[in-house]
């Protein structure tokens, strides 16, 4: 399972690790990710997912998860997302 945000993609980033000396040895740096049931209203349901808690605040910001997948881009979102994202927008024009 790759340590990536389901909605925002955010994945690990590579950095160094430096000493006191001015040693540099590489390092990763993880996003905070979280297993997380969030509520879809327009589908009624919950959906869970693995959420950055960045990814996490975005949501609640915008007013919920259908909010968030109506404003964000296809790229970002992984493939499980962008089929909710689908459902979501079939439900809404019907």
Do not use: Y
């Not at 049931?37 to 950055?52: A, M």
């Amino acid at each position: 399972m790759p340590r990536v945000c389901e909605l925002t993609g955010k994945g690990r980033q590579v950095g160094n690790n430096v000493s006191h000396a001015n040693n540099k040895t590489k390092r990763t740096f993880l996003p905070n990710l979280q297993n997380v049931t969030l509520i879809s209203d327009t589908l009624g349901e919950g959906v869970k997912l693995r959420v950055s808690t960045h990814g996490l605040r975005s949501v609640e910001h915008v007013g919920g998860l259908d909010n968030w997948l109506l404003k964000t881009s296809d790229e970002k979102l992984s493939l499980r997302v962008r089929r909710l994202k689908r459902e979501i927008v079939k439900k809404t024009a019907a």
